[in-house]
């Protein structure tokens, strides 16, 4: 905090693209912390920004896509202590930031992250959906060793030393707080939810995506995308797996044949047989030597973050 210059205690972040929700979210955040930063990154019309200015809001221009770009663009110009986001559709109980400053604010955690699923009212999420963001969220917390229940939530707070710790995180297009949580967990730091309820638009459609179908798609592979830079030894070893598998398939083949004709005539099979094995075998090497690798840069981290 700058001397002489008194800092919000509280920032939160809203990306918005003409959601009408915003307007009774600002409302809602001034009744409860009169001194809070709203901060709304927009990419709606004149008409809509003059509207949010009148309200009296930082409004900053969203220039490229994506809700998870404009998440990062707010964050990058907030001055709070704690810091959040939300997003703008009123889908997503505001309670859960409240709830999530309290949490900080007593030092349990340093991001907490809301979690929808056992509080969907009617209509809010189709079955589809929800059956795909459990299997997301434990595919993950498999994988990273997290306990986040809903991946996918758009409402989150942080510590703002936690912040400091993933501002310079790429962000990704789909479920940005779980990526902070999965970054700040191998970071050392402390993560935790809260129950909200989750609401119904009352008015308009998505703007996340066009197509639910294609969503999905791109969130799978954004998981390939985690395991590759958090958890090679799983891609590379699973890789190197098939290949193995494969090799000793066809090695197998190629030796019941000779022994049942008594003569060696499938060269050339015996030969990849020999190439996927090998293959394989190097695969699951070098999954060992980067995930060694990166658990030497976690200790590293530690280390850097303990002095």
Do not use: C, W
């Not at 949490?103 to 979690?115: F, Q, S």
């Amino acid at each position: 905090m700058k001397k002489g210059k008194k800092e919000p205690k509280v920032s939160v972040v809203i990306p918005t693209i003409e959601e009408e929700g915003v307007f009774e979210i600002i409302d809602k955040l001034r009744e409860r912390i009169p001194d809070v930063e709203i901060i709304i990154v927009d990419k709606s019309s004149e008409e809509y920004e003059r509207r949010l200015l009148e309200k009296g809001v930082k409004v900053i221009r969203q220039h490229d896509r994506g809700v998870e770009k404009a998440v990062m663009l707010g964050l990058k110009h907030s001055h709070g202590e704690i810091l959040a986001s939300i997003d703008g559709d009123g889908t997503h109980d505001v309670e859960g930031i409240f709830k999530g400053i309290k949490i900080i604010e007593e030092g349990k955690a340093d991001l907490v992250l809301g979690n929808r699923m056992d509080h969907i009212k009617e209509g809010a999420m189709n079955a589809y959906l929800q059956f795909g963001n459990k299997v997301i969220s434990t595919a993950f917390n498999k994988l990273y060793n997290t306990n986040i229940h809903d991946f996918l939530v758009g409402l989150f707070v942080m510590s703002r030393e936690a912040y400091e710790a993933v501002k310079d995180v790429e962000p990704y297009r789909a479920g940005h707080a779980g990526v902070f949580a999965i970054e700040l967990a191998k970071k050392g730091y402390k993560i935790s939810e809260v129950p909200i309820n989750y609401y119904p638009r009352k008015e308009g459609s998505s703007k996340l995506t066009k197509s639910k179908f294609f969503y999905g798609i791109n969130v799978v592979g954004q998981m390939i995308r985690l395991a590759r830079d958090y958890s090679p030894l799983l891609i590379f070893g699973g890789i190197g797996f098939v290949f193995v598998l494969a090799g000793l398939i066809l090695g197998l083949y190629v030796i019941y044949t000779f022994i049942t004709s008594g003569s060696f005539t499938l060269i050339g099979r015996s030969l990849i047989a020999f190439m996927l094995f090998i293959t394989g075998i190097l695969s699951i090497i070098a999954g060992f030597i980067i995930d060694m690798l990166i658990e030497i840069e976690k200790k590293i981290e530690k280390i850097g973050k303990e002095k």
